[in-house]
Nanobody, 120 residues
Framework: QVQLVESGGGLVQAGGSLRLSCAAS????????MGWYRQAPGKQRELVAE???????NYADSVKGRFTISRDNAKNTVNLQMSSLKSEDTAVYYC??????????????WGQGTQVTVSS
């Protein structure tokens, strides 16, 4: 009933930039936290960055200073601006949102993932 759709992935050279976007739709009362996770082959999915409805952010140490997360609460969207990309950033990136659908129901929603490949 809640859908997250990512866009913006692709192939870039090391040192380049990409901007990922994610839009949430469906039965949404509120979204406390939205974030981006990534999963490289053979590795566990890890948190890249997250942002609360109030604008507080949290970043993985590996991306601090290079990635910037932002959101538009009115549109239920979240973005991830990625700069100074490294080959280590290559992964499938997933949008995540903790969505309150009703006063009693909260779900953890995930997008389908978008591939980011950084050539070195």
């Amino acid at each position: 009933q809640v859908q997250l759709v990512e866009s913006g992935g692709g192939l870039v050279q090391a040192g380049g930039s990409l901007r990922l976007s994610c839009a949430a739709s469906g039965s949404i009362f509120s979204i406390n936290v939205m974030g981006w996770y990534r999963q490289a082959p053979g590795k566990q999915r890890e948190l890249v960055a997250e942002i609360t409805s109030g604008g507080s952010t949290n970043y993985a140490d590996s991306v601090k200073g290079r990635f910037t997360i932002s959101r538009d609460n009115a549109k239920n969207t979240v973005n991830l601006q990625m700069s100074s990309l490294k080959s280590e950033d290559t992964a499938v990136y997933y949008c995540n949102a903790r969505v309150r659908m009703t006063t009693w129901r909260e779900v953890d929603a995930w997008g389908q993932g978008t591939q980011v490949t950084v050539s070195s």
